[in-house]
């Protein structure tokens, strides 16, 4: 019985190519017939030669402030050279911030929480006379 086992059974064996590190990956889509897509050409690039800033508290909340001036008309939208008032954009921006102060309290730093204090005043104090 044990060699009727062993005669009617069949043999697997894997055929399949392997690659050290990415060539791997990039070989296996080419045989499934896959382009290489967005996330993969991102991967490709190192964070240093995008040249972003680092991400951070102070970045985020920065960011975020310079959305809102941009929605206040400060500076020119880069596609259509145009500058456009946008209060209730602003006002969103400045309620995303207010939230984050929010969510945030008591687990930021000196430096980060004066930096959001600071922001929000200032934005407060724009929209008050933007509106007004």
Same mark, same amino acid.
């Given at each position: 019985?044990? $060699?009727? #086992? /062993?005669? +009617?059974?069949? *043999? ?10 990415? $060539?791997?990956?990039?070989?296996? /889509?080419?045989?499934?017939?896959? %382009? ?12 240093? +030669?995008?040249? @972003?800033? &680092? ?5 985020? *909340?920065?960011?975020?402030?310079? +959305? ?7 500076? &020119?939208? &880069? ?23 929010? %969510? ?9 929480? +004066?930096?959001?204090?600071? *922001?929000? @005043?200032?934005? /407060?104090?724009? @929209? *008050? #006379?933007?509106?007004?």
């Amino acid at each position: 019985m044990a $060699e009727e #086992k /062993k005669d +009617s059974g069949f *043999v697997i064996k894997d055929k399949r190519f392997f690659a050290d590190g990415d $060539e791997a990956a990039e070989t296996e /889509k080419a045989s499934a017939g896959e %382009k290489p897509g967005i996330a993969d050409n991102l991967s490709e690039q190192s964070s240093e +030669s995008l040249n @972003y800033p &680092p991400i951070s508290f102070t970045n985020f *909340v920065l960011s975020l402030s310079t +959305s809102a001036l941009f929605h206040f008309g400060d500076f &020119p939208d &880069p596609a259509s050279g145009k500058t456009q008032k946008n209060l209730p954009a602003a006002k969103q921006t400045i309620d995303i911030l207010n939230m984050l102060n929010e %969510k945030t309290k008591g687990n930021l730093d000196e430096q980060e929480n +004066s930096l959001i204090q600071g *922001v929000l @005043y200032e934005l /407060k104090i724009r @929209y *008050v #006379k933007e509106n007004g």
